[in-house]
T-cell receptor, first 115, second 112 residues
Framework: EPEVTQTPSHQVTQMGQEVILRCVPISNHLYFYWYRQILGQKVEFLVSFYNNEISEKSEIFDDQFSVERPDGSNFTLKIRSTKLEDSAMYFC?????????????FGEGSRLTVL | GQQLNQSPQSMFIQEGEDVSMNCTSSSIFNTWLWYKQDPGEGPVLLIALYKAGELTSNGRLTAQFGITRKDSFLNISASIPSDVGIYFCAGLGNFGNEKLTFGTGTRLTIIP
């Protein structure tokens, strides 16, 4: 069964360092998302991406964050200068139809620990 | 911002029991969904509801979209060990809005 894959599964970084989290969405999907989940809390929307541009972003997704689809398969989330509060599980998701259906396929997540 | 509150926060049940959990919001959502998250994994979609009043089943799972569009419930019948996990409701607002708002979660534990 096709799935969303994410790397790395866990990254530990020093505060102020740049981090890139990578995702390979399901191959025929056109809509891509990043969500995050701080330990023990609910899942929060960060950004949606379609047709090579951001379609929606949350207030969490400030200037320190950026997304890119550098080729036909990868979808990346970059955090320019990490802060302690960026420590969380980051989930990539994709959808074959507009996200307005809510039917997203999530990856297993990348755990980011900022020291 | 929009908030989805789930209750109960956690449940401890015996295998074979039925489970009921619900989700309420102070604002209207046009689509309600229920996701399940196993430890160390991402959320997996269980059921999607698109019309107020809609009642939908998926195997042992049944969910309803409240008439007011401000609530939803999820029932699981005859629970089994693999039902253990965290159940999240999620809502979508206006048409074309792509931001899923997740609830606070209900953690289900099955006592052997």
């Amino acid at each position: 069964e096709p799935e969303v894959t994410q790397t790395p599964s866990h990254q530990v970084t020093q505060m102020g360092q740049e981090v890139i989290l990578r995702c390979v969405p399901i191959s025929n999907h056109l809509y891509f998302y990043w969500y995050r989940q701080i330990l023990g809390q609910k899942v929060e929307f960060l950004v949606s991406f379609y047709n090579n541009e951001i379609s929606e972003k949350s207030e969490i997704f400030d200037d320190q964050f950026s997304v890119e689809r550098p080729d036909g398969s990868n979808f990346t989330l970059k955090i320019r200068s990490t802060k302690l509060e960026d420590s969380a599980m980051y989930f990539c998701a994709s959808s074959s139809t507009s996200g307005a259906t809510g039917e997203l396929f999530f990856g297993e997540g990348s755990r980011l620990t900022v020291l | 911002g929009q908030q989805l509150n789930q209750s109960p926060q956690s449940m401890f049940i015996q295998e074979g029991e039925d489970v009921s959990m619900n989700c309420t919001s102070s604002s209207i959502f046009n689509t309600w969904l229920w996701y399940k998250q196993d430890p160390g994994e991402g959320p997996v979609l269980l059921i999607a509801l698109y019309k107020a009043g809609e009642l939908t089943s998926n195997g042992r799972l049944t969910a309803q979209f409240g008439i007011t569009r401000k609530d939803s419930f999820l029932n699981i019948s005859a629970s089994i060990p693999s039902d253990v996990g965290i159940y999240f409701c999620a809502g979508l607002g206006n048409f074309g809005n792509e931001k899923l708002t997740f609830g606070t979660g209900t953690r289900l534990t099955i006592i052997p």
